[in-house]
């Protein structure tokens, strides 16, 4: 059975200040990966996908980036955080283009 | 351009009423609908999805079938529970992209 791992759970952060969220897959060769933003209360807004290890296609900008260093492990940063970043952080895969994805648990960001 | 439009913000039912959430969406390509259910602080879980028109998706006793000619994908239940409260997305793939967009969901609280 796949598993998706996020880390951290949560985290507090100044503005200004840099960022690292990090997502892991098991059990599942070659995933499709992705990052959605979703806002307190708000819808999910995807970030970025990638289809294999250090391709990456932006989806929207928000002065974040994201990498994938290893074909299980998906990375989104940011240098300096804006206030505008808070919000709840979902890694999710896919086996197909296009198709059903499993979404992890998230991270909870709070800038302040 | 792709959208997708879910015209109930949030719904509140008795338990063992009938659930009927509305979806229409707007499409360049050929689409895969989906839809989700979102529990507080957790990621979204798939209920189920479609790509044909007049394929029809269940889950858990939800059901909703993909119609081409008036663009929708509805959620219906015939009896909710109050385990069932959530917020629920549709949300739609368009064919050769690995982008999704997801609606605005739809907070359901089912009271006892």
Redesign the interface.
Known sequence: AQTIHQWPVAEIKAVGSPLSLGCTIKGKSSPNLYWYWQATGGTLQQLFYSITVGQVESVVQLNLSASRPKDDQFILSTEKLLLSHSGFYLCAWSSDWGGEQYFGPGTRLTVL | GDSVTQTEGQVALSEEDFLTIHCNYSASGYP?L?WYVQYP??????LF?ASRDKEKGSSRGFEATYDKGTTSFHLRKASVQESDSAVY?C?L?????????????TRLQVLP
């Open positions: 895969t989906f602080g957790e990621g979204p879980q798939l999805r997305y949300a793939s368009v064919s050769n992209t690995n982008k999704v967009v997801f609606g605005t969901g």
